[in-house]
């Protein structure tokens, strides 16, 4: 993992990321791991990312969305993770990250569109200003964090490509690197790749979808995503699709890994629900993890608490449309 110290911290900076940064200056010092069971980092050092990118990150000033909920330590949020490239437990990903060198990155936009191209992450943040979204994400397991993510709303990425009319959904995929991602060499898995996700392009287009390029003040570590991933905060994690390559225009909606793996289990749209349980095991709570590594339960909200997506819904039935 890249640490740095950000040198545009100020006295005027709002609590949380003083807290976290020093939260995090304290557990490195400490060697501490907040989470019981967490496997420490690994000895091996990632492929740090361009300098460009960590001065474009770490020189975020505009925050758009703030919580007065206490946000996940950064120790916490990068260390229990879901990211079965590099394996299925939650201390895999960051055990594994050094295996994977997300620079130089390309994504491929095409399908219904009128200007298909291929686009570095450079031209991706190019002219952009990006931002910092605090945002709440619950996994379909149940547990959930409060993360700082900066980056740049998903429409601004996808509309200069200028989706034509009949695309109504659309498709992202996770790069495909057996080479680096251990999950992907392996002969037993749970789920195929590449990783595969989709929205309907309304979805898409809401001012809360949102692509991070990093989080807490730094680029994205390899462990959540890196060197981008959507963040969509009403819906379940897994619909957060991390380290995208490939973005597709398309009519039909697509398929996506965990509906492919249990249909039953896993829906297309996967909206936060309290009322809508898992088949084995209750929605109606979650764990928090919160500052401090404190772990306390709380009751799930219906989109997570985003209410403002609510239209996007409106007369569906959310039961059989999970
Ligand atoms: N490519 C890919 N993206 C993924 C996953 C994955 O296994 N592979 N896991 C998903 C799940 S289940 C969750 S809960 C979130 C977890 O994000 P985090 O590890 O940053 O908390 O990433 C999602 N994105
Ligand atoms: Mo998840």
Redesign the pocket.
């Known amino acids: 993992m890249i640490i740095q110290h950000r040198p545009d911290l100020t006295e005027n900076d709002v609590t949380p990321k003083s807290a976290y940064l020093n939260r995090r200056q304290l557990m490195l010092a400490a060697g501490g791991v907040a989470l019981s069971g967490i496997a420490p980092a690994a000895l091996a050092t990632p492929p740090a990312a361009p300098p460009w990118l960590s001065t474009k990150v770490s020189n975020t000033a505009y925050r758009s969305i703030t919580t007065d909920e206490g946000v996940t330590d950064l120790r916490d949020?990068?260390s229990?993770?879901?990211?079965?490239?590099f394996g299925t437990g939650k201390s895999d990903?960051s055990s594994h990250a050094a295996d994977f060198n997300p620079y130089p990155w390309e994504i491929e936009v095409g399908g219904l569109c009128d200007n298909p191209g291929t686009l570095d992450l450079e031209s991706v943040l190019n002219g952009k200003r990006t931002e910092e979204r605090i945002y709440r994400?619950r996994?379909?397991?149940a547990w959930s964090?409060v993360?700082p993510w900066i980056g740049i709303e998903l429409a601004t990425l996808l509309k200069p490509f200028q989706p034509t009319a009949n695309a109504r959904y659309v498709a992202f995929e996770?790069v495909l690197r057996p080479n680096e991602l251990r999950?992907q060499r392996s002969l037993f898995s749970f789920?195929d790749y590449?990783?595969v996700?989709g929205l309907r392009l309304d979805e898409a287009m809401h001012p809360l979808a949102f692509l991070a390029v990093g989080m807490y003040g730094e680029p994205l570590p390899n462990?959540?995503?890196a060197p981008i991933?959507?963040l969509m905060p009403w819906k379940?994690?897994?619909?957060?699709?991390?380290?995208i390559s490939k973005i597709t225009f398309v009519e039909q909606m697509p398929p996506t890994?965990?509906n492919l793996a249990n249909a039953n289990e896993y829906g297309f749209y996967a909206n936060v629900n309290p009322q809508v349980d898992h088949p084995r095991w209750s929605q109606a709570t979650e764990r928090r993890i919160g500052p401090n590594g404190d772990i306390r339960r709380i009751n799930t909200r219906l989109f997570n608490g985003y209410d403002e997506v609510a239209s996007l819904y409106q007369g569906m039935d959310l039961r059989k449309q999970f």
Not at 80 to 85: I, K, R, S, V, W
Not at 236 to 243: L, P, R
Request: charged letters at 15%; a neutral charge; aromatic letters at 20%.
């Open positions: 949020a990068t229990y993770n879901n990211f079965y490239e990903p994400l996994c379909v397991e964090m993360i996770t999950g789920i590449p990783y996700e462990q959540s995503g991933r959507l379940y994690g897994f619909k957060s699709i991390k380290s890994t965990w």
